[in-house]
């Protein structure tokens, strides 16, 4: 993602917002026209929004345009890309399963594969390179894997161990889809199934899938890139645990609430989605690969982390969690925060919604600390 010289000014000009007083925070019909009012500034086609506070939903809203060509409104059901949110739903379906005893955190992944993992047809890159035994859940869900965020990335595209897991933090998809790999080989289960039943029917998501319904046909957000490039949305028949996830921004409520409250786990199961599992030091975020032995003291300055919901940080009321989302027509982002139980949950059909994420947040949270500087570098002028 890049912007440019223009949208990176706009985007440094709202920072002043960032230290809103909790006193001063927007709500309502105020925080509606306020984000409409910066959708306009950056040419935002559409967004939503919600707000979850202490076990209750307290805001939903939904702005701009699901089509702007055909000027259809984007509405609060209308399907929206889930992107790597869904990421965050499977960590949690995971940590049911390690409730029931079904999964071990840190049991080897080949403890639960009747083969080896080289022995896949996706994986036979791996062939006698036996670190992929010491890959585990958590390390997986961790992205601590070795692995780039996807092989076709690398100039061969070919899936190899850039380091040892367990080493480093590098964002990849990849991990996820080994750990995907290990539940239907392995467990026997139906990853898409299990998505639905154990999270989406439970926390009562009804127009929530990780592949295509026919249903969502007459109301699908489609997508816009950073140039305002127009991007339909498309069917998405595989199920994927990194990302496959279509839903609405009244789903995403319901699922934050859920989830933030620990519903269908233990508590014990609850902190350990959310609580850091191994510490980030890079210099941004991607490309994976390229920044996973860089270095930046903010990161230890606010103890920045992998969690299996995404990264954690301390900020200035104690901890925070985040999970984002985005390709290239697509930009999500859900900021939580522990102590006043506060989740904010963004969903943009428009990338450009991405450059005003952290002014958003500055009105619904106050100041969070969220290491933007690491996720969205572009709006602190790194490349």
């Given at each position: 993602?890049?912007?440019?010289?223009?949208?990176?000014?706009?985007?440094?000009?709202?920072?002043?917002?960032?230290?809103?007083?909790?006193?001063?925070?927007?709500?309502?019909?105020?925080?509606?026209?306020?984000?409409?009012?910066?959708?306009?500034?950056?040419?935002?086609?559409?967004?939503?929004?919600?707000?979850?506070?202490?076990?209750?939903?307290?805001?939903?809203?939904?702005?701009?345009?699901?089509?702007?060509?055909?000027?259809?409104?984007?509405?609060?059901?209308?399907?929206?890309?889930?992107?790597?949110?869904?990421?965050?739903?499977?960590?949690?379906?995971?940590?049911?399963?390690?409730?029931?005893?079904?999964?071990?955190?840190?049991?080897?992944?080949?403890?639960?594969?009747?083969?080896?993992?080289?022995?896949?047809?996706?994986?036979t890159d791996l062939a006698g390179d036996e670190r992929w035994r010491q890959l585990t859940?958590?390390?997986?869900?961790?992205?601590?894997?070795?692995?780039?965020?996807?092989?076709?990335?690398?100039?061969?595209?070919?899936?190899?161990?850039?380091f040892t897991p367990g080493a480093h933090y590098a964002y990849s998809n990849e991990g996820?889809?080994?750990?995907?790999?290990?539940?239907?080989?392995?467990?026997?289960?139906?990853?898409?199934?299990?998505?639905?039943?154990?999270?989406?029917?439970?926390?009562?998501?009804?127009?929530?899938?990780?592949?295509?319904?026919?249903?969502?046909?007459?109301?699908?957000?489609?997508?816009?890139?950073?140039?305002?490039?127009?991007?339909?949305?498309?069917?998405?028949?595989?199920?994927?645990?990194?990302?496959?996830?279509?839903?609405?921004?009244?789903?995403?409520?319901?699922?934050?609430?859920?989830?933030?409250?620990?519903?269908?786990?233990?508590?014990?199961?609850?902190?350990?989605?959310?609580?850091?599992?191994?510490?980030?030091?890079?210099?941004?975020?991607?490309?994976?690969?390229?920044?996973?032995?860089?270095?930046?003291?903010?990161?230890?300055?606010?103890?920045?982390?992998?969690?299996?919901?995404?990264?954690?940080?301390?900020?200035?009321?104690?901890?925070?969690?985040?999970?984002?989302?985005?390709?290239?027509?697509?930009?999500?982002?859900?900021?939580?925060?522990?102590?006043?139980?506060?989740?904010?949950?963004?969903?943009?059909?428009?990338?450009?919604?991405?450059?005003?994420?952290?002014?958003?947040?500055?009105?619904?949270?106050?100041?969070?600390?969220?290491?933007?500087?690491?996720?969205?570098?572009?709006?602190?002028?790194?490349?």
């Open positions: 993602m890049k912007l440019s010289a223009l949208i990176l000014a706009a985007a440094l000009a709202g920072c002043a917002t960032r230290s809103l007083p909790a006193t001063q925070r927007l709500e309502g019909e105020a925080l509606d026209a306020r984000i409409e009012a910066l959708m306009a500034r950056e040419q935002v086609v559409g967004m939503a929004v919600a707000v979850v506070e202490r076990g209750e939903i307290t805001h939903v809203g939904a702005y701009g345009y699901r089509n702007r060509e055909n000027a259809l409104p984007l509405e609060t059901d209308t399907i929206m890309y889930g992107a790597s949110v869904t990421k965050a739903a499977f960590a949690y379906m995971l940590m049911q399963l390690v409730d029931e005893g079904r999964l071990d955190l840190d049991r080897s992944i080949a403890d639960y594969l009747p083969r080896p993992l080289p022995e896949y047809e996706d994986y859940p958590r390390i997986l869900l961790s992205h601590t894997s070795g692995f780039a965020n996807m092989r076709w990335l690398d100039d061969d595209q070919r899936l190899r161990f850039h996820i889809w080994v750990l995907q790999l290990m539940l239907e080989q392995g467990l026997g289960l139906d990853v898409g199934a299990e998505m639905q039943t154990r999270v989406f029917d439970r926390l009562g998501m009804t127009r929530t899938s990780m592949q295509w319904r026919d249903d969502f046909a007459g109301n699908l957000a489609d997508g816009y890139a950073m140039d305002g490039t127009f991007e339909p949305h498309d069917r998405r028949d595989n199920v994927a645990a990194a990302g496959s996830m279509d839903t609405t921004i009244e789903d995403q409520a319901r699922m934050w609430r859920g989830m933030f409250a620990g519903e269908w786990l233990s508590p014990a199961a609850r902190v350990e989605w959310a609580s850091a599992q191994f510490p980030i030091r890079t210099a941004q975020k991607f490309p994976t690969i390229q920044f996973y032995n860089t270095t930046d003291p903010r990161g230890e300055a606010t103890n920045l982390s992998a969690s299996l919901v995404g990264e954690t940080w301390e900020g200035p009321n104690g901890r925070y969690f985040s999970k984002g989302g985005h390709n290239d027509w697509t930009g999500n982002l859900v900021i939580c925060e522990e102590a006043g139980q506060r989740c904010l949950v963004m969903l943009g059909n428009s990338v450009r919604a991405e450059i005003i994420f952290p002014e958003i947040a500055a009105l619904v949270l106050g100041e969070t600390g969220f290491p933007s500087w690491w996720i969205y570098p572009e709006l602190h002028g790194q490349e």
